[in-house]
């Protein structure tokens, strides 16, 4: 399973952009895909989450009401549209595949594969 993150660039705060994550290789058994975020010095963070089956989403806190994720099941592609940014918004952000059943979005070490990262930055 490959994962391919796209969409990142920069922004002025109050600004949009939309990430990417396409899934190829074997694709066949997706639970939860997810976006999670890393700024400079900082853990990595849960952002937002979706059920695969059935579209049920979560979101961090700091991002409720401004992201949206969703997915489109025939592109086997996942989206993280992002507006109203702030420059606390600036990391560089992952997209994640879990294959097997879990409770939780938002444990990172629970995922299996890892999209390999794409630049936000939000200039304010």
């Known amino acids: 399973v490959q994962l391919q993150a796209s969409g990142g660039g920069l922004a002025q705060a109050g600004g949009s952009l939309r990430l990417s994550c396409a899934v190829s290789g074997h694709t066949f058994s997706i639970h939860t895909m997810g976006w999670f975020r890393q700024a400079p010095g900082k853990d990595r963070e849960f952002v937002a989450g979706?059920?695969?089956?059935?579209?049920?989403?979560s979101y961090s806190d700091s991002v409720k009401g401004r992201f949206t994720i969703s997915r489109d099941s025939p592109k086997n592609t996942i989206y993280l549209q992002m507006n109203s940014l702030k420059a606390e918004d600036t990391a560089v952000y992952f997209c994640?595949?879990?294959?097997?059943?879990?409770?939780?979005?938002?444990?990172?070490?629970?995922?299996?594969?890892w999209g390999q990262g794409t630049q936000v930055t939000v200039s304010s």
């Open positions: 994640a595949l879990r294959q097997a059943s879990m409770f939780t979005f938002r444990q990172a070490s629970l995922y299996d594969y």
């Open positions: 979706i059920r695969w089956s059935f579209g049920t989403t």
